[in-house]
């Protein structure tokens, strides 16, 4: 195999992945690819199958006329580059279409959940450099804080994405390389989609402005702040047992603690309570309740659960959650 080529390089980066992250099992032990057919994860598939035995899981959304046939194609695709194993996984995806996402995000749930029921060992993900700068863009337009701009983990068991580091434009050269049919989602062309008018409109602008290496600049800026996040993370986690009261939080508590930090803990203590969706902006409301403390209502955040909505608010010096019908 040709190092320097692009099936060479990829199988380099999965390899380097493998020895850095899944080092227990150097002998091949068993993991999974998430397929879809497109040429990101064929070429992962393609990849993969040489190193270890590898199951593709191929998740059938239903949201496209034809999508069994899709999914059959990329099945038969998986055995003939020899995975050991590859079955098709078929989903209901419930959301109204929309230009915010909602499609997106309800298929991506559906799309995780099927595949950590299914997986047999760690799941690869075929995001590439470009996937990750379209997320920094995305996080940056909602104003979601650090830890969305610090976009996605390489490694965030069981999901592995050993292509973070190489740019979209390997992955089709690889599939030409090795003589395959890639599927081309129409929905990677439906400008209805936020993320796919920032691959085809915005960062093609921001590349020409500012004079091209715009998505390895992103790309490395989710890298610092993952790490500046990682800390904070563990600082969060050291202060947590300090400041509960039960389910509730202690407000007198929280303030001693270094802003970052204190922010942190909250959002820790509201996804534990069943948030979802949470925004800087609801977060740092939150915080008003412990240093700005007069008296104010609570903040509204989204609920796990259907038909109801979670309220953050302070009483007796503590901060506590309660649920509330969704009018």
């Known amino acids: 195999m040709d190092r320097q080529g692009p099936v060479g390089q990829l199988r380099a980066a999965v390899e380097a992945f493998a020895a850095t992250h899944l080092p227990s099992d150097p002998g091949g032990g068993r993991w999974c690819v998430a397929l879809s057919g497109g040429p990101d994860s064929l070429a992962l598939t393609a990849v ?9 899981l191929i998740v059938d959304h239903g949201l496209q006329p034809g999508s069994a046939a899709v999914a059959e194609t990329a099945r038969k695709q998986a055995v003939a580059l020899g995975c050991v194993d590859a079955q098709v996984l078929c989903v209901q995806v419930d959301a109204p279409f929309g230009p915010q996402g909602g499609l997106e995000a309800a298929a991506r749930a559906a799309r995780y959940a099927a595949l950590g029921t299914h997986r047999d060992g760690p799941v690869l993900l075929g995001h590439t450099l470009d996937d990750q700068a379209e997320t920094v863009l995305l996080g940056l337009g909602r104003g979601s804080g650090g830890r969305s701009l610090a976009g996605m ?5 069981p999901w592995c994405r050993p292509l973070l580091g190489v740019r979209r434009s390997l992955t089709h050269a690889a599939c030409r390389a090795l003589g395959l049919t890639a599927w081309q989602d129409p929905h990677n062309a439906d400008r209805r989609f936020t993320r796919t008018r920032l691959r085809l409109e915005v960062l093609p602008l921001l590349e020409d402005v500012l004079g091209g290496g715009v998505a390895e600049a992103l790309a490395r800026t989710a890298t610092a702040l993952r790490e500046d996040t990682a800390l904070i993370d563990a600082l969060a986690a050291q202060a947590m047992p300090g400041v509960r ?6 407000a007198r508590a929280l303030a ?16 534990d309570g069943g948030a979802i ?3 800087d902006k609801q977060i ?3 915080d008003t309740l412990v240093t700005a403390w007069r008296g104010q209502g609570g903040v509204a955040i989204g609920s796990a659960l259907r038909g109801q909505r979670l309220i953050a608010g ?10 509330e019908p969704v009018r």
């Open 314 to 323: 302070r009483r007796d010096g503590v901060l506590t959650m309660w649920r």
């Open 256 to 271: 001693g603690l270094p802003a970052p930090v204190r922010r942190r803990v909250i959002r820790g203590w509201l996804l």
């Open 277 to 279: 969706g949470l925004s």
């Open 245 to 250: 009261t039960g389910p509730d939080l202690n």
């Open 284 to 286: 740092r409301g939150i």
């Open 153 to 157: 983990r390489a490694h965030d068991p």
């Open 48 to 56: 993969a199958a040489q190193l270890r035995p590898t199951a593709a």
